[in-house]
């Protein structure tokens, strides 16, 4: 599914205005890759870079709803990849939307690219496609039972068992609570979300449901999930189906 965005491209067939740096006032450079031709401008503002313009060969894309903490040691990431097999880099922006105490959340945007021919000259495109909320795929897929002793986690018919007793957590949930800490990565050309699992409003992450993402029906899927411990060691998973 292809995402309506607004594009600036740099052709004057198009009768769209032309955006130079030096036109983007406010906005500052936040990311560049020379390898994928891509520069982020974004505004600070209210402690978060917002109002974001993506700068590629031929225009810009401007991403007025993208934010990031300031940090630098959180800037946003701006990564090459094939990721739906298709032989073509896709790109991928890495965002670091929160980082408060007990809290960690990135947010991942994936473009394709698509050539169009304007007058005589070719420009490559991005578009971006769509990434299924891995929050909303978990409400779908994923539910759980927390007891004093253990947690119980089933995943589509998979089901984990937790030893409690060794965190000796209080203030139980009644369930495991996914959400507070979210991250991305890419591994051998899938995408990866990594959401750690909590149990106790006391904080801290019991282990993290893992989900690989695959590209299926013009976007990306979790295609497996599973639940590891903290130092990546499968639980013992007990099959029902």
């Not at 050309?189 to 282990?207: D, P």
């Not at 999930?225 to 007990?238: G, Q, R």
Request: hydrophobic share 40%.
């Amino acid at each position: 599914m292809k995402r309506l965005f607004s594009i600036v491209l740099v052709i004057s067939l198009l009768n769209f205005p032309i955006k130079t740096e030096a036109q983007i006032q406010g906005h500052t450079i936040v990311a560049r890759s020379d390898k994928a031709g891509i520069t982020l401008y974004a505004e600070e503002r209210e402690g978060l870079y917002r109002d974001f313009y993506l700068k590629f060969n031929g225009g810009m894309i401007v991403e007025q709803d993208w934010k990031n903490v300031t940090n630098p040691a959180f800037a946003p990431q701006i990564q090459t990849d094939d990721l739906n097999g298709d032989g073509q880099q896709e790109l991928v922006i890495l965002l670091t939307k929160g980082t408060e105490t007990g809290v960690f959340v990135q947010e991942v945007h994936v473009f394709q690219y698509e050539r169009r021919q304007i007058g005589d000259s070719a420009v490559k495109v991005p578009f971006e496609t769509e990434v299924m909320d891995p929050i909303k795929w978990i409400r779908k897929n994923v539910t759980s039972t927390v007891h004093r002793n253990q947690a119980e986690i089933k995943i589509n018919g998979t089901s984990y068992t937790v030893d409690l007793r060794a965190l000796a957590p209080k203030h139980l949930f009644k369930k495991v609570i996914f959400g507070n800490r979210i991250t991305y990565e890419i591994r051998n050309h899938h995408l990866i979300a990594r959401l750690g699992g909590e149990v106790s409003s006391a904080g801290g992450q019991m282990g993290e449901l893992v989900i690989t993402y695959t590209y299926k029906h013009d976007h990306f899927q979790p295609q497996t999930a599973t639940f590891c411990l903290k130092k990546d060691e499968l639980i013992n998973a007990a099959m029902n189906g």
